[in-house]
């Protein structure tokens, strides 16, 4: 065995499980082509790189303090791990400690709750060009991020050289300081952690890290979530199962993702970071922080047993939903006999609530995701029977995350147009073809409103919507088949058909698009033939 190798293996006995299986890689490839790895058969050019840098590096730090503190980290290329990045580290580390420098104390990348730390790191970054691998290298001040020194060298494509980078990064399970890091051997969050320099690298790589709350007293929020330009993906496991999903999200910031979940003290969660889709590669940072949780006033309020009293027309009742799967559950009291009026259920705020609305026997009557502003929920409804009323107000799906929210239930006046009844084909109401408009309103916000027009010979029709609410259109024959239909191509969010038809009836039905809906919202029709 040659004197390179035996210093790698004793230097493996010093080194990270993740650079114990990268260094394997590279040994096992030496043992398989002992040639290769033979100290003659290394390239003069990279014997004396190694020994430039240990030059440089010294020479960098000749004012330091004795015992100055240096890491040596793995040399990166195109922004990940390299085998020969690795290899060059190594050697660079191992010659300083043999070098005798007094001066220096060459130790391995620090651990998160490690009290000693590098004063400073030597970082290098690979370039391949054609027939030559060109290297920066940095000395960074530790407490700083100062880079005190830098240079540029490099070395002749040889062989030996290929053979190292041709090595598969795969094999490393990832391509950071950070791999491997599957399910089984995930790297372990501390409160408040950044952990910088990670990459999704190969494609389909996946980072996984866990984390234990310590130290709380009752419930905490715990918040992670990446940071950088690559789009992430990210899941959320636990509490104390790994299989189990808390949530998960794509797109808390730009490509970014972030995940809240409530903890207990002692629980333990899985995090599993990845690419949007099976292209994404590319670098990022992962942040976590874990805050005391005040608690929810209104709590618990998680079923129609524990429902907290709403009042008609007062004002809105402040509460939050907890990560995940949590339903907050309201009742109301309503009294019948208030000719032609309408409940109205809404909820305010920067959450994506989906709301239930329930009679007194608990079946469901009506349910909302977006009928209200933004992502919130919305219900209008028309009540015709005295009794208790229960509304459930829950994220959009399980995966949703901690926020706030108001809720209101309003008594509104309802003010049907002229045209009512014309919620149904066989209600339609006729309309003159010569660009009379018709004035309407949706009275409850999700009605329907039905128009009929009758054509004496073939001609060429234009249909069209006017006012400030985003309608939709769809013309039917008279059999009931669909001939056309249209969102915004009038002004603004209005509606326009034109369509040349045969003589005959035909139906035109008139709604308000799902999430952009107002309640009592008014519009005009016209309908013209050419």
């Not at 599957?182 to 990670?198: K, N």
């Amino acid at each position: 065995m040659g004197q390179l190798q035996a210093n790698v293996i004793a230097f493996l006995r010093r080194r990270t499980p993740m650079k114990r299986n990268i260094l394997a890689v590279i040994l096992a490839a030496a043992v398989a082509a002992p040639v290769l790895f033979a100290q003659s058969q290394i390239p003069m050019e990279v014997n004396a790189f190694a020994d430039q840098s240990v030059d440089f590096v010294a020479d960098a730090l000749a004012s330091a303090r004795r015992g100055t503190r240096v890491t040596i980290e793995p040399f990166t290329k195109d922004g990940g791990m390299s085998p020969l990045g690795e290899f060059l580290a190594v050697t660079i580390a191992i010659r300083l400690v043999e070098s005798g420098n007094s001066r220096i104390v060459v130790v391995d990348r620090p651990a998160r709750d490690a009290m000693v730390e590098s004063d400073f790191v030597v970082r290098g970054r690979l370039f391949e060009a054609e027939s030559a691998v060109l290297i920066v290298l940095q000395i960074i001040e530790t407490e700083t991020s100062e880079i005190v020194r830098g240079t540029e060298s490099g070395f002749g494509m040889s062989p030996w050289v290929e053979q190292l980078l041709s090595l598969s990064a795969a094999a490393q399970g990832g391509a950071d300081r950070f791999e491997p890091d599957s399910l089984e051997s995930s790297y372990e969050l501390m409160t408040g952690e950044i952990v910088e320099d990670r990459s999704i690298d190969p494609r389909e790589d996946e980072d996984w890290y866990v984390f234990q709350a310590s130290g709380i007293d009752g419930e905490a929020l715990f918040t992670v979530g990446t940071s950088g330009d690559t789009d992430t993906f990210m899941e959320v496991f636990g509490p104390d199962d790994s299989s189990v999903l808390l949530g998960e999200n794509d797109d808390a910031s730009d490509a970014n993702a972030e995940v809240t979940v409530l903890l207990l003290s002692g629980d333990t969660v899985w995090v599993k970071v990845s690419g949007f889709d099976s292209s994404t590669v590319g670098a990022y940072s992962l942040y976590s922080f874990l805050e005391p949780f005040a608690g929810d006033d209104l709590e618990p309020n998680d079923g129609p047993d524990q429902a907290v009293m709403l009042g008609i027309n007062e004002p809105p009742i402040a509460s939050m939903l907890l990560p995940g799967s949590d339903e907050d559950w309201y009742y109301f009291e309503f009294r019948a006999g208030i000719s032609e009026s309408i409940i109205s259920v809404e909820t305010s705020g920067d959450l994506d609530t989906f709301i239930e609305l329930y009679n007194e026997d608990q079946a469901l009557l009506l349910e909302n995701d977006d009928g209200g502003d933004g992502g919130n929920g919305r219900i209008d409804i028309f009540l015709s029977e005295s009794g208790r009323y229960f509304v459930n107000v829950r994220h959009y799906d399980a995966t949703g995350q901690e926020g706030e929210y108001e809720l209101s239930v309003r008594l509104l006046e309802a003010s049907l147009d002229e045209w009512e009844p014309d919620n149904v084909r066989q209600e339609a109401q006729e309309i003159p073809v010569d660009g009379t408009q018709q004035i309407h309103n949706f009275t409850p916000a999700d009605e329907v409103d039905w128009i009929s027009f009758n054509l004496q010979a073939t001609s060429t029709v234009e249909i069209v919507t006017t006012g400030d609410i985003d309608t939709y259109l769809e013309l039917i024959d008279r059999l009931g088949n669909s001939v056309a239909e249209d969102d915004d191509s009038g002004n603004d969010y209005n509606s326009r058909i034109e369509q040349v038809l045969q003589r005959g009836t035909y139906y035109i039905q008139i709604t308000q698009v799902e999430g952009d809906s107002v309640f009592g919202g008014e519009y005009g029709v016209t309908v013209q033939t050419r």
